[in-house]
């Protein structure tokens, strides 16, 4: 993630077009901002019309007059209660529609995301930029434009008639007013930092929990409680480190803005009761002028305080414009083609791959694959075996060369339609909080309870489904956790007996089973990849041993190829691996 600061102005461009859906809701909100404001102003004029009259010509100010004066107030009293609540509800709902297409927005961007940007990125921050983030930015929505626009209507309204009461006191009062923005706006930039640490430091609470309480049977079983404690605990400190940064900003932005507003009602206090000495202000004027001061000064305080609004409002923005800014590696091309129906033969052509910039993992690697033959690739940890199958289904783009399907490069193919023609069945299996049935209906959104069945039966689950208490209705657990790994890799393939592709990718999906489970889902396994075509990376050799072709991969590329009878007539790298795992 970046880590500078950008411009309030770019970051508040990049957000206004969420507001353009919403437009109508929003002047309204305005118009009524600006009623709520004209009431509040009425009322000093009132009182200094009633304490002038009273004071020159008491005569003129008669019973009728004062309820006429009451009643239209009232009147401008019922438009502030009205205008108020259109503000506090309507206004809040656009607040929250504006946060929901953002997190839409956000949510779509991470699905499109490549492998490598999770990989990177810690899941707790990217919950933390969907939640907390956007909750903050749904407030600063509403709340800041509403506000500002009611200060701005109060500052410009209150200065005309002040101005009109006495020049030389008004002038004062707002010449301070810049001195005052100026000495705040420096506590403002270091506001802004501080709430990015913050949100940035509450990511990692929330990574560090989620990662502790996926891991808590691991940390268990070691008897590690006391040192996950202790990880929790530092990062706890260092958020709360963070957050005395903030307050420490945030007091000093608030006392300036105090000192001011003490100085300035010295001021009102001092020169306004020498204009009564001198007779240049009336009593009423002076009465008036002191409610319109504490109005203007009121204004003052609520920008003072939606600017810490507004400053966490403009991080939230500038975190959300963080991850919509990073690019789509992996997309359709524009003039992408839908695949038809798949045969399965897939060919590798000079392919090299690298992650980022670290070193080569594959180099110009040629391999025809025919359709529906069957393929085993085995070789050292860190050769690229699981490298080589992510490319097929385009995780990842090859930094050179090319691979194509049916004929077809996978880069001007479009993605829908190339992965929804590929099943992967992987050694981590990943189960959805979801029942059984659901889980296994992933493999193809919309298939009737029926085509569920047979897909478990043929991947030999239902029989221990229909022993569950609910059967195939049975919730799963968080990651499949109410299931054992065998169980948890049945439902996983039949999850891809449901999808029925064409082309098969088995990444060790057995070499975390015991010795039962691994002969159940084996049996699974051979029925799937039974005229389809089959890559499958193998951890035990013995599993592989049937399979049509064995590529041999190592750093150095394809270092051997051929039937296990071939390999191991040849007696190089292969027969030497199959000979260390007998032993």
Do not use: W
């Amino acid at each position: 993630m970046k880590n500078h600061t950008l411009p309030t102005g770019y970051l508040l461009k990049r957000f206004m077009p969420y507001f353009s859906s919403y437009k109508k809701i929003f002047i309204f909100d305005l118009i009524c901002a600006a009623f709520t404001s004209v009431c509040d102003l009425v009322l000093p004029v009132i009182i200094r019309f009633i304490t002038n009259t009273v004071s020159y010509h008491p005569a003129d100010l008669t019973i009728n007059m004062v309820v006429r004066l009451s009643a239209l107030y009232l009147v401008l009293r019922g438009v502030d209660v009205l205008s108020n609540y259109y503000m506090q509800n309507t206004g809040h709902v656009m607040g929250a529609l504006i946060e929901t297409d953002m997190r839409r927005d956000l949510f779509r961007h991470f699905q499109e995301l490549s492998y490598s940007y999770y990989s990177e990125n810690k899941i707790g921050q990217l919950v933390s930029r969907i939640t907390t983030d956007l909750f903050d930015i749904a407030e600063f929505a509403h709340h800041c434009p509403e506000e500002y626009f009611i200060a701005a209507v109060k500052i410009i309204i209150s200065f005309i008639i002040l101005i009109r009461v006495n020049v030389p006191l008004t002038l004062v009062l707002f010449a301070m007013i810049p001195l005052m923005i100026y000495f705040a706006m420096k506590y403002r930039t270091k506001m802004r930092s501080a709430f990015k640490l913050q949100r940035s430091q509450l990511g990692e609470v929330n990574s560090h929990v989620e990662d502790s309480l996926l891991g808590i049977r691991v940390a268990k079983s070691f008897a590690n409680e006391d040192i996950e404690k202790e990880k929790f605990s530092e990062g706890n400190v260092k958020f709360l480190d963070a957050k005395r940064i903030g307050y420490k900003s945030m007091a000093g932005f608030r006392s300036v803005t105090r000192m001011f507003d003490g100085l300035m009602y010295v001021m009102i206090v001092l020169l306004g009761s020498i204009s009564l000495i001198k007779g240049t202000i009336t009593a009423g004027d002076f009465i008036a002028y002191l409610l319109y001061v504490n109005m203007l000064l009121e204004a003052i305080r609520r920008i003072v305080e939606f600017t810490e609004q507004f400053q966490r409002g403009i991080t939230g923005i500038e975190r959300f414009v963080e991850v919509m800014d990073e690019p789509v590696e992996v997309d359709d091309a524009p003039d992408a083609v839908t695949l038809g129906p798949l045969k399965g033969e897939v060919d590798f052509k000079d392919v090299s791959f690298r992650y980022n910039d670290s070193e080569e993992i594959l180099n110009r690697i040629n391999l025809h694959i025919r359709a529906g033959e069957n393929i085993a690739l085995v070789g050292p940890s860190g050769a690229g075996k699981t490298t080589f199958c992510n490319l097929i289904p385009r995780f990842y783009d090859v930094t050179s060369g090319s691979i194509s399907v049916d004929g077809v490069d996978i880069r001007k193919a479009k993605i829908q339609s190339l992965r929804s023609q590929i099943g992967m069945v992987q050694q981590d299996v990943y189960l959805f909080s979801d029942t059984i049935a659901g889980n296994i209906e992933y493999g193809r959104p919309g298939a009737t309870r029926e085509e569920i069945i047979a897909a478990a039966k043929l991947a030999g689950a239902d029989d221990f489904i229909r022993e569950m208490p609910e059967g195939y209705d049975t919730y799963v657990g968080e990651r499949g956790t109410k299931l054992s790994g065998g169980q948890k890799q049945r439902i996983s393939i039949a999850r891809v007996f449901l999808k029925n592709p064409p082309i098969l990718i088995l990444d060790e999906a057995t070499s975390a089973l015991d010795n039962e489970s691994e002969r159940l889902v084996q049996s699974s396994l051979a029925e799937l990849a039974k005229g389809r075509t089959t890559l499958t990376i193998a951890h035990r050799l013995t599993t592989i041993k049937n399979a049509d072709r064995i590529i041999v991969l190592t750093e150095n590329g394809i270092q051997e190829e051929g039937s296990h009878d071939e390999l191991m007539a040849k007696d190089g790298i292969y027969a030497h691996m199959y000979h260390m795992y007998e032993l």
